[in-house]
């Protein structure tokens, strides 16, 4: 099993910045894929950005051009830089990874437990 454990979440200003970090540990042969979404109270869960192995990374347009993420594979580490914050960012922020176990072996999802941004006006 790999699991995934968000931090950097809290409570910020309208204009303010945060980092989420998450960190993948278990049995991990590699990791594909990594992504954070995020779900606000009475919506349905949606894609933020997701970054490949190689680097490139997407973005949602509602957080393009404010938002980055990046990742350490050494650490098995993602991160979302998050700038301009505004009241609509407010969610609770999951951590994603499609990763493999052993080579050769299918990818899986897996998800961490979610950390909570609350952007204040």
């Known amino acids: 099993q790999v699991q995934l454990v968000e931090s950097g979440g809290g409570l910020v200003q309208a204009g303010g910045s945060l980092r989420l970090s998450c960190a993948a540990s278990?049995?991990?042969?590699?990791?594909?894929?990594m992504g954070w979404y995020r779900q606000a109270p009475g919506k349905q869960r949606e894609l933020v950005s997701t970054?490949?192995?190689?680097?490139?990374?997407k973005y949602a347009d509602s957080v393009k051009g404010r938002f980055t993420i990046s990742r350490d594979n050494a650490k098995n580490t993602v991160y979302l830089q998050m700038k301009s914050l505004e009241p609509e960012d407010t969610a609770d922020y999951y951590c994603?990874?499609?990763?493999?176990?052993?080579?050769?072996?299918?990818?899986?999802?897996?998800w961490g437990p979610g950390t909570q941004v609350t952007v204040s006006s």
């Open positions: 970054i490949n192995s190689g680097g490139n990374s």
């Open positions: 994603n990874a499609n990763a493999q176990h052993f080579p050769g072996s299918r990818a899986l999802e897996f």
């Open positions: 278990g049995r991990i042969f590699r990791i594909n894929d």
